[in-house]
Antibody, heavy 119, light 107 residues
Framework: QLQLQESGPRLVKPSDALSLTCTVSGGSTRSSSYYWGWVRQPPGKGLEWIGNVDYSGTTYYTPSLKSRVIISLDTAREQFSLKLTSVTAADTAVYFC???????????WGPGTMVTVSA | DIQVTQSPSSLSASKGDRVTITCRTSQSIGTNLNWYQQIPGKAPELLIYGASHLQSGVPSRFSGSGSGSNFTLTVSSLEPEDFATYYCQQSYGNYWTFGQGTNVETK
């Protein structure tokens, strides 16, 4: 059974980069059927799609974050990562990794990790 | 990019009520529309994919319909565990978007 788990620093300083990793178990990041994605949720607000990476490493980002975000895939470690540069307090959120296992919808999610941007 | 407008933003209902939530997209997306339920403090869970397909393990009181740019999620008879926030999401092409969410609360 495919499972995802986010990890990374919980506190990031303004103007620094936020870096998170999602570890995949029970499945392979090499599968051509899967995308690997990131979604975030500011406190008390709705879900925001950040982007996806496919099995070949091709990435797709939401336009509002495109200039600051990088999603990458590490098939050797069965992980994929999120890097968001030049963060501000507005980037404070719960960050979820998720994957659509071939049905075009995120059917597997990590539990989420809260990241706070503060000095 | 495709905009997604979800309504209402909140609603009050009682156990046993029939509830309907709608989602409208800024362009036609076929049936590339998904619905999620989120309990506070938890990750979202997929309810409906492809506009009308019930995800495995989801109770049959949940149903989805629509195509093009107008979609609906219906809960035929609310159970206590259904009081939650619901989100639609379009997955047309490579750039996805969530709706703003609908909070279903107890009347």
């Amino acid at each position: 059974q495919l499972q995802l788990q986010e990890s990374g620093p919980r506190l990031v300083k303004p103007s620094d980069a936020l870096s998170l990793t999602c570890t995949v178990s029970g499945g392979s990041t090499r599968s051509s059927s899967y995308y690997w994605g990131w979604v975030r949720q500011p406190p008390g607000k709705g879900l925001e799609w950040i982007g996806n990476v496919d099995y070949s490493g091709t990435t797709y980002y939401t336009p509002s974050l495109k200039s600051r975000v990088i999603i990458s895939l590490d098939t050797a470690r069965e992980q994929f990562s999120l890097k968001l540069t030049s963060v501000t307090a507005a980037d404070t959120a719960v960050y979820f990794c998720a994957t659509p296992t071939g049905i075009g919808a995120y059917d597997v999610w990590g539990p989420g990790t809260m990241v706070t941007v503060s000095a | 990019d495709i905009q997604v407008t979800q309504s209402p933003s909140s609603l009050s209902a009682s156990k046993g009520d029939r509830v309907t939530i709608t989602c409208r997209t800024s362009q036609s997306i076929g049936t590339n529309l998904n619905w999620y339920q989120q309990i506070p403090g938890k990750a979202p869970e997929l309810l409906i994919y492809g506009a009308s397909h019930l995800q495995s393990g989801v109770p049959s009181r949940f149903s989805g319909s629509g195509s093009g740019s107008n979609f609906t999620l219906t809960v035929s008879s609310l159970e206590p565990e259904d009081f939650a926030t619901y989100y639609c999401q379009q997955s047309y092409g490579n750039y996805w978007t969530f709706g703003q969410g609908t909070n279903v609360e107890t009347k």
